[in-house]
């Protein structure tokens, strides 16, 4: 029986099947023609690549090698970090019937240590570490993390909704957080608000929150605005950002949030919270198929039938679970993946944790989004819904 092999037979036995030449060699061959493919992982190539070299990563190598160069007379060259890998490649690729196949000798780590070309990467040696999980997801990669890195989200709120919002949207990299609050720091925020610190009680929310998420993430800008959002600033709060964090707190702010992103055509991510359950939704007025904040509450609840948190109370974690899937749906929508919450409603209850999606279409009779509705200005949208409450 044989005996297994250890590592190092291993690859002595694949460098047996496979030519390794250096780096210079196969920038030779390159120059006449030859197929560079590194291998490496995209978080990896972040940092830069030889330039001219065909980006495969290991995994993808065999489902995608074809497409890429169905000749398997021309010759190709392998390369990864620092020739393991792409001994494993070129073995694969000579498997597959690619009959001129040879790996660098030292990787790319030898090849930039011998001064060779190298075409830089555009995300920097802390960013390629920084975000590397997300790098790796190919719905991302590098091209997802620039937008990210160029996204501007403003977040109405640095309280229950907002501040799990803040921090993961901070964390995945999103370029720019802009913060509106005119509260400050109480004791009773921090079983919900998490951004916030028992030190920073007395503080004004915005600029505590901004202390945190600089600490999470010193790359982002992070924007204040430490004031409430009204009929007379709201376009200029929102303008210029690619989409808003809705968690107010009050009616009149939510409506005034409404009727401002449909004529920004600037998506919505709508959170609530109450006691125990939640819901989250998305209105996008870029899109002729979704309904707006008012087809979901044509009209603005009684305060007895809409109590806020903190007449009603709210279990702690529960902001936590609707800001997360808020900064879910935000970063789908910048990176423009997956099936945003747009016509849906997703509601839960955490008591028995059961989640119910309802399907929110269109309403043709809505008072803020049918074809002939009006707009009578900001100051008229506060009044009523002062009134109403």
């Avoid at 092999?5 to 099947?17: C, E, M, V």
């Avoid at 747009?342 to 839960?348: A, I, K, T």
Wanted: aromatic letters at 4%.
């Amino acid at each position: 029986m044989n005996s297994p092999l250890d590592r190092d037979s291993w690859l002595a036995t694949l460098r047996q099947r496979v030519a390794e030449i250096s780096p210079a060699e196969a920038l030779a061959q390159q120059a006449q023609g030859a197929l560079l493919i590194d291998v490496r992982e995209e978080n990896e190539r972040a940092a830069g690549s030889p330039t001219g070299a065909l980006a495969l990563s290991r995994g993808f190598l065999e489902l995608r090698i074809e497409d890429n160069e169905p000749n398997r007379d021309r010759p190709i060259v392998t390369l990864c970090a620092s020739g393991r890998r792409s001994l494993l490649a070129a073995e694969a690729l000579q498997r597959m019937g690619y009959r001129h196949v040879v790996s660098v000798a030292g990787g790319y780590d030898r090849w930039k240590s011998e001064g060779l070309p190298v075409t830089a990467g555009n995300l920097d040696a802390d960013a390629s570490e920084r975000y590397a999980r997300q790098l790796r997801l190919p719905q991302v990669g590098e091209a997802g993390q620039l937008k990210l890195n160029q996204a501007k989200v403003v977040l109405l709120g640095a309280g229950g909704l907002g501040a799990p919002a803040a921090l993961y949207l901070a964390a995945a990299g999103v370029g720019q957080l802009t913060l509106i609050d005119d509260d400050r720091v109480e004791r009773s925020n921090l079983h919900r608000q998490v951004i916030h610190a028992d030190a920073r009680v007395g503080m004004a929310k915005t600029e505590s929150a901004r202390m945190s998420l600089n600490a999470l993430n010193p790359r982002i800008q992070v924007e204040l605005r430490s004031e409430r959002l009204r009929a007379g600033n709201v376009e200029h709060l929102l303008g210029g950002h690619d989409l808003v964090i809705d968690g107010a707190d009050n009616f009149p702010a939510r409506y005034l949030l409404a009727a401002a992103t449909r004529r920004l055509k600037m998506p919505m991510v709508y959170g609530a919270v109450e006691r125990f359950a939640g819901q989250v939704s998305v209105f996008d007025p870029r899109r002729d198929d979704s309904p707006c904040y008012r087809c979901l509450f044509p009209e603005p609840p009684s305060a007895a039938d809409a109590p806020n948190c903190s007449e009603a109370g709210v279990l702690g974690v529960l902001p936590g679970i609707v800001g997360l899937l808020q900064a879910t749906e935000a970063l789908k929508l910048i990176l423009g993946i997956g099936e945003p919450l747009v016509g849906r409603l997703l509601s839960f209850d955490t008591l028995g944790m059961h989640f119910r999606e309802t399907r929110l279409p269109r309403d043709p009779a809505c008072p803020g989004c049918n074809p002939q509705a009006v707009f009578k200005g900001y100051e008229d949208i506060a009044q009523w819904c002062a009134a109403a409450g």
